[in-house]
């Protein structure tokens, strides 16, 4: 079975810290992926790489970077957190082989900022 | 403008009832695909399926079945004789040839009440 591992289910964060976010999968997916859910929103794409050391804009970067030194992690980071990052984080993985194949997801990152 | 929606919000029933969840998309693309995922209270995505732009044939897997449509740009999911288990929030996505990323739906609370 594909295994996506998001390193917290939960975290607390004040204001102005930075935060990392981990996820790793067992797979050799290409590519991989971070959303953020939020109620009435759906998920929608921060960043995704589809390579080691490679990394695109999704819909919403702003506040947010990325790092994928090995293949197999791929880490979300909050600068500064600040409140209206408060979300549901979730990281996927998929092969890169045909654009539309189905993604793998984490068990997702509940990140309170307070 | 939102290519994916899921209309319903939330839909609750009761145990045994069959129920069917919408999913209307909106794309230029001939070929595209659509998702259905699967979100538990304990949060993980699961894939349930994928169906290409070239194949309108029903698929029914278990008590689940789904009905695309390319008239009416439907892709819509129906669980029969729903259980407690089905209760999650069901999410419908779309990606399209011209781009890699899964456009998702707002998704659907379900609620299997026994």
């Known amino acids: 079975d594909v295994k996506v591992t998001q390193s917290s289910r939960y975290l607390v964060k004040r204001t102005g810290e930075k935060v990392f976010l981990e996820c790793v999968q067992d797979m050799d997916h290409e590519n991989m992926f971070w959303y953020r859910q939020d109620p009435g929103l759906g998920l929608r794409l921060i960043y995704f790489s589809y390579d080691v050391k490679m990394k695109e804009k999704g819909d919403i970067p702003e506040g947010y970077s990325v790092s994928r030194e090995k293949k197999e992690r791929f880490s979300l980071i909050l600068e500064s957190a600040s409140t209206n990052q408060t979300s549901m984080y979730l990281c996927a993985s998929g092969f890169s082989t045909g654009r539309n194949t189905e993604a793998f997801f984490g068990q997702g990152t509940r990140l309170t900022v307070v | 403008a939102q290519k994916v929606t899921q209309a319903q919000t939330e839909i609750s029933v009761v145990e045994k009832e069959d129920v069917t969840l919408d999913c209307v998309y909106e794309?230029?693309?001939?070929?595209?695909?659509l998702f259905w995922y699967k979100q538990p209270p304990s949060g993980e995505l699961v894939f349930l399926i994928r169906?290409?732009?070239?194949d309108e044939q029903n698929e029914i897997s278990g008590r689940y079945s789904w009905n695309f449509q390319k008239s009416t740009s439907s892709f819509n999911f129906t669980i029969t004789a729903s259980q407690v288990v089905d209760s999650a929030v069901y999410f419908c996505?779309?990606?399209?040839?011209?781009?890699?990323?899964?456009?998702w739906g707002a998704g659907t609370k379900l609620i299997i009440k026994p």
């Open positions: 996505a779309l990606s399209e040839n011209s781009n890699y990323q899964l456009i």
């Open positions: 794309t230029r693309d001939t070929t595209y695909y």
């Open positions: 169906r290409n732009s070239f």
